[in-house]
């Protein structure tokens, strides 16, 4: 399943959602920053990173 989050960007460094990170190797970017007109979408404001974790994140703690 492919998920869109239209938000502030995301740490796609976050150890968390690196391995839930999709990328279309056909094109040239992955995400529009329409606030700093850039293709790169490095969160500058950490929102969009909590929530695409809400969404997708692996975590490194079980529950017992």
Sequence with gaps: MVVAVVDSGIDYNHP??????WANPS???T???F?????NPLDDF???THIA???AAWGT???A
């Design 53 to 55: 974790g809400t969404i």
């Design 61 to 63: 703690t079980t529950l």
């Design 35 to 39: 606030v700093s007109n850039t293709n």
């Design 31 to 33: 995400a529009t920053i």
């Design 27 to 29: 094109m040239a970017a």
């Design 16 to 21: 968390d959602l690196i391995g839930n990170l």
């Design 46 to 48: 950490g929102h969009g």
